[in-house]
């Protein structure tokens, strides 16, 4: 049974990649594991709880994403990396991203994924995904280079920022450097917010040069 759903969502993957969220029909997911129409709704019951499923398997690619980013003795760099990770999920899978947090619809179908900065995803891929940043987050606070905040408050607070940045630019804005016109000043403006004092930072991945100071 386990099986049968993994294979229909990996199906449903597919086929949001190769043609969009208009793609993903309960005929054409159950034609792609050579099923009929029935299988999805056998295993999933009906449409809404498959794109639940997909927008699950969407945060589970993420985590493993930023579970995947090493930790170095920089703390500000890993975090920075991490945002550098989490945007390539977003530009190598825009319209998974944009299923994950309801921006899209598949069939007249928004996931209902639970929020994991609120405390309603326990035990949640959602929340699998957001702790990584949260415990990047930690160690920046735990070296003493930002205030003594909760970490899960600002973490919530960059990772609104980075979401808001990466749909704008699968969208088609911020051009071509918008990492380091954008994303990089911005989230160190927050983190000034907090307390860094940028002119000491570490170093940001995939940026040339230092991001701009607040």
Wanted: net charge negative; proline share 6%; aromatic share 6%.
């Amino acid at each position: 049974m386990a099986e049968a759903r993994e294979r229909l969502v990996a199906a449903a993957l597919r086929l949001l990649a190769d043609g969009g969220p208009d793609a993903v029909q309960a005929r054409k997911v159950a034609a792609e594991v050579g099923a009929s129409t029935m299988a999805v709704y056998t295993h999933f019951g009906n449409m809404g709880r498959l794109v639940d499923a997909i927008a699950a398997a969407g945060f589970g690619l993420l985590g493993d994403r930023l579970a995947a980013v090493p930790r170095t003795e920089d703390p500000v760099a890993d975090l920075a990396a991490l945002g550098l990770a989490y945007r390539a999920h977003a530009q190598e899978n825009p319209d998974l991203y944009r299923v994950m947090f309801g921006v899209t619809a598949i069939g007249g179908h928004r996931p209902r994924t639970a929020d994991p900065t609120a405390g309603g995803d326990p035990g949640g891929v959602a929340l699998r995904a957001f702790t990584h940043l949260v415990d990047a987050v930690a160690a920046v606070v735990d070296a003493g280079l930002v205030r003594r905040v909760d970490p899960a408050q600002l973490a919530a607070q960059l990772w609104s920022a980075l979401h808001g940045f990466v749909l704008l630019e699968i969208a088609g804005f911020h051009g071509d450097d918008g990492v380091e016109r954008v994303l990089a000043p911005m989230t160190v403006n927050l983190l000034a917010g907090a307390g860094y004092d940028a002119a000491a930072g570490g170093g940001w991945p995939g940026v040339s040069g230092p991001p701009a100071s607040p």
